[in-house]
């Protein structure tokens, strides 16, 4: 069992940044790919980053690319998404996401929510125009 809890939402003007953070509790963190997701009534679901165990690989949203940066702190038990240049697009819940892995996945990311396993509460972030 692992708890996530999110941190870092809030409301910004447009071009602003947040980090956003993913404290894990329970089992090794460093044995969990990670992901964070963002949600809209609109769009649903999306995986906007994803992290592998090792670290060493990582996703983006196409959307993204550019703007956010997903990193992980295995000694923090934390994962982190900083958004810059955040667009009124962007207003959504964003919720981090793990999934245990075996190390024969180390590098691997995923980027379905139906592969994770634990999910945080959410955060709420906002840009304004």
């Known amino acids: 069992q692992v708890q996530l809890v999110e941190s870092g939402g809030g409301l910004v003007q447009t071009g602003g940044s947040l980090r956003l953070s993913c404290a894990a509790s329970?089992?090794?963190?460093?044995?969990?790919?990670m992901g964070w997701f963002r949600q809209t009534p609109e769009k649903g679901r999306e995986c906007v980053a994803a992290i592998s165990r090792s670290g060493s690989n990582t996703y983006y949203l196409d959307s993204g690319k550019g703007r956010f940066t997903i990193s992980r702190d295995n000694a923090k038990n934390t994962v982190y998404l900083q958004m810059n240049s955040l667009k009124p697009e962007d207003t959504a819940v964003y919720y981090c996401a793990a999934r245990d892995t075996s190390p024969f996945d180390g590098n691997f990311y995923y980027t379905q929510q139906e592969r994770y396993t634990y999910w945080g509460q959410g955060t709420q972030v906002t840009v304004s125009s």
């Open positions: 329970g089992r090794a963190f460093s044995t969990y790919a």
